[in-house]
C-alpha cells in the first residue's frame, strides 16, 4: 500500500473533498453561499455540496430539458447546464428575486445565460403551469414545498427520467426550519419501488429513476 493511500474514514472524506473541490470549475460561485447566508439570514440557500457529481450525472442522463427546484445563487445550474452539453435547456425555479438576480449574472460571466433560464416565483405557483416532459430534475429547495415539489415531480419526469435530490436533511444543520416533517415523508415516498429507483448518499443526496 501507498505510504500516501488514507488509512482512515476521515481521511479518505478529506481526500475526496480536497480533489472534488481541485476539479470544481465553478467553486468561486459555491464559495459565496455561505457569506450570503450569515449576510441576509437565507437558510434555504445551501448548494449541493457536489458540483461535479451533478456535472457527471447529467453528462450521464445526456438531457435535453432539465428542471431545477431551488436556484439559489446558480452554482448547481451551472453544473448541470454544463455537465448536461450545449443541446440542453435548463429551467431553474427561484423565489427570491434577489437570487435570481446573483444567478444570472453568473450565468452570463459563464456564457451559459441563453441556456439557462430562471423561473422567478414560488414554486407552489411555477410548478402547476409547467408542461411537457423533463429528463432530470434536480431537488433543492424549501423543506416546506418538499411534497408538492415531488408531486410535480412525478407528473414532468419522463419514464426512466432522472431525479437527484439534495440536503435531505437540513435539519441538521437548521433544526428549526419549517417542513422538516414534509421532508422526512418526501425522503421515504422515493423509496417506494412501484414509483422510484433510488439510492442515498452518505451526504444527504439521493438519486432516483422514474419506473
Known amino acids: 500500500m501507498s505510504l500516501n493511500e488514507p488509512k482512515s474514514a476521515a481521511a479518505v472524506k478529506r481526500w475526496i473533498e ?17 457569506p450570503h447566508r450569515r449576510e441576509h439570514g437565507c437558510y434555504d440557500v445551501y448548494p449541493s455540496s457536489n458540483g461535479p457529481l451533478l456535472g457527471a450525472l447529467a453528462a450521464a442522463a445526456r438531457p435535453k430539458r432539465l428542471l431545477e427546484l431551488g436556484c439559489g445563487l446558480g452554482y448547481s445550474s451551472l453544473w448541470l447546464a454544463y455537465g448536461a452539453g450545449p443541446r440542453a435547456y435548463v ?82 444543520f437548521e433544526p428549526n426550519i419549517p417542513g422538516l416533517e414534509k421532508m422526512a415523508e418526501y425522503r421515504l415516498r422515493i423509496l417506494d419501488t412501484a414509483r422510484w429507483l433510488t439510492a442515498y448518499m452518505a451526504d444527504g443526496i439521493s438519486i432516483s429513476i422514474r419506473v
Request: aromatic share 8%; proline share 2%; charged share 30%.
Open 18 to 34: 480536497k480533489h472534488t473541490r481541485s476539479a470544481d470549475r465553478f467553486a468561486y460561485v459555491a464559495d459565496k453561499y455561505e
Open 91 to 172: 429551467e431553474t425555479i427561484e423565489a427570491s428575486k434577489e437570487h435570481a438576480k446573483i444567478a444570472r449574472d453568473h450565468f452570463q460571466a459563464e456564457g451559459l445565460e441563453k441556456r439557462i433560464q430562471v423561473l422567478v416565483g414560488e414554486a407552489g405557483r411555477v410548478l402547476p403551469a409547467l408542461k411537457g416532459r423533463y429528463d432530470v430534475i434536480y431537488f433543492d429547495t424549501d423543506p416546506a414545498v418538499s411534497l408538492l415539489a415531488l408531486d410535480h415531480s412525478e407528473r414532468l419526469l419522463r419514464k426512466g427520467g432522472l431525479l437527484i435530490s439534495a440536503n435531505l436533511f437540513l435539519g441538521q
